[in-house]
């Protein structure tokens, strides 16, 4: 090539050059850059979606998703919200399993699984328009109604009692799943669900106004005479037995405590602290008045038990939660009353009856906290 020619084609490339480099600070280029930070976006939440799915590949247990999935009545397109509908791919929410009666404790349970969920699959935990859920009778909750969830794919478990490994292995973005609102399906009982969304899901459970305010105006009524509110700990006592003394429950593998443990439940906190006051809830109130009791006669001055009656299972709840720390029976309502208070909590060891059917679907590693403490009562 000449010298010319060379020439020539210098001050080709350079008009070309100049010309892109007029494209891009143009409107046009603006748009392209937002188109490009579009598609960088969507590729970032594809590898985080991949790296939370199935690492031997797109594979999942047929058993685990259910494979009937869900539909409107109305058709649904793949581009998010169209023509008034809301945009199914960005949610999580509860299934109809949790109508079947469950109360507070199962239903916690299953608020934690639903945001770890969408904490695990980049989407938003949100409840559906006309769904009632009784949490919302206790908690402000604070979460986003939303019509018309379907199509939708419902997530199961393997165990209730335990946390189970393959939530974490589900594809997110496999092309059955991500185009659907995920459903949360199962009891999810283990303190695993909880790991990562701590701070979340606290957000979730403040108690409402009229709940907070009970409780408050409750613990200033209770302050024993000649005590004053700084100097002495609470420790909230809760004795669940009514179904749980039911035969056909004890059979299956359902157990409770009896007096000699919340004897040493009680003597671990009075030995530690020089003033203790126990607040005892329980759905046997007869039963706790006869054996949560002053068993060494410690004096009044270092030891005060008050016993509640006729209070709501949520004002209750929130009085165990508002101790600062809390000594459990049996039972998720107990559970989750320790794990808002945030304290040192005791549990009941004995629970379940090994060799029943309950202790077949229990992992006590994953449903109790590694630092609470477990004790047993000396048969």
């Not at 589900?170 to 701070?199: C, H």
């Not at 009656?309 to 320790?338: E, K, P, R």
Request: overall charge positive; some cysteine; charged content about 20%.
């Amino acid at each position: 090539m000449s010298r010319y020619q060379k020439l020539c084609l210098y001050a080709i490339l350079g008009l070309v050059m100049g010309f892109f480099t007029f494209i891009f600070f143009s409107g046009s280029l603006q748009d392209l850059q937002r188109n490009f930070y579009k598609i960088s976006k969507f590729g970032f939440r594809m590898q985080r979606n991949n790296e939370t799915g199935d690492r031997e590949g797109q594979h999942y247990n047929a058993s685990y998703i259910d494979s009937k999935t869900k539909h409107s009545n109305r058709a649904t397109h793949n581009s998010g919200e169209t023509a008034g509908q809301p945009e199914i791919t960005r949610y999580v929410s509860f299934d109809n399993c949790i109508k079947d009666g469950r109360r507070l404790g199962n239903l916690l349970f299953d608020l934690a699984a639903v945001i770890f969920v969408a904490e695990l699959s980049g989407r938003k935990a949100v409840l559906e328009k006309t769904m009632n859920i009784s949490l919302e009778n206790v908690f402000k909750l604070n979460m986003e109604r939303v019509k018309g969830l379907c199509p939708c794919q419902v997530i199961g478990e393997s165990h209730h009692l335990a946390y189970d490994i393959n939530t974490e292995k589900i594809a997110f973005n496999d092309p059955n799943i991500r185009n659907k609102t995920i459903l949360v399906a199962g009891f999810r009982q283990s303190w695993k669900y909880t790991l990562a969304i701590e701070r979340q899901l606290r957000k979730h459970l403040a108690f409402k106004d009229e709940i907070q305010n009970f409780t408050e105006n409750f613990f200033h009524e209770v302050i024993p005479s000649g005590w004053k509110r700084v100097g002495f700990v609470r420790v909230g006592i809760h004795c669940r037995r009514g179904d749980n003394v039911v035969q056909h429950f004890v059979n299956y593998g359902y157990t409770v405590p009896n007096g000699t443990y919340f004897y040493k439940a009680m003597k671990y906190f009075t030995d530690k602290y020089s003033r203790v006051q126990f607040i005892v809830t329980s759905d046997d109130s007869n039963w706790t008045r006869e054996h949560i009791v002053n068993a060494n006669n410690i004096s009044p001055n270092a030891i005060n038990i008050t016993y509640t009656a006729g209070n709501t299972a949520g004002q209750d709840f929130a009085i165990l939660s508002m101790c600062d720390h809390v000594i459990m029976s049996t039972g998720t309502y107990g559970w989750w009353a320790a794990w808002i208070a945030k304290g040192t909590t005791i549990y009941y060891s004995d629970w379940p009856r090994q060799g029943s059917g309950l202790a077949r679907h229990f992992n006590r590693e994953d449903f109790f906290p590694p630092n609470w403490i477990p004790m047993a009562y000396e048969k």
